[in-house]
């Protein structure tokens, strides 16, 4: 069993700046995709940044330049560095496991952490 405990959500203003962080039970990276998606009200749940093969990184169009996304092994954390906030960056946001095999597809979430860019 995979477990992402989330942290780092909040309340700034447009301009400031979050790190949210997804700490993993265990060291998984090497065997999960991670990833950061996120939803606001009323939109759909779209992906925000992600780990992909090579250890390349991959991001929508909407936050690049802005946010960034790493990880420490040592400490089998998945950051999301978000600068440059924007109002409609508001949203939950959530840390996502993925692995896919011949027989099953696998997807651990986190619980979520609110983020709320407003004046």
């Known amino acids: 069993q995979v477990q992402l405990v989330e942290s780092g959500g909040g309340l700034v203003q447009p301009g400031g700046s979050l790190r949210l962080s997804c700490a993993a039970s265990?060291?998984?990276?090497?065997?999960?995709?991670m990833g950061w998606f996120r939803q606001a009200p009323g939109k759909q749940r779209e992906l925000v940044a992600s780990?992909?093969?090579?250890?390349?990184?991959n991001y929508a169009d909407s936050v690049k330049g802005r946010f960034t996304i790493s990880r420490d092994y040592a400490k089998n954390t998945v950051y999301l560095q978000m600068n440059s906030l924007k109002p409609e960056d508001t949203a939950v946001y959530s840390c996502?496991?993925?692995?896919?095999?011949?027989?099953?597809?696998?997807?651990?979430w986190g619980q979520g952490t609110q983020v709320t860019v407003s004046p």
């Open positions: 265990g060291s998984i990276f090497s065997r999960y995709t």
């Open positions: 996502n496991a993925h692995r896919s095999t011949v027989v099953a597809e696998y997807d651990y």
């Open positions: 780990f992909i093969s090579g250890g390349r990184t």
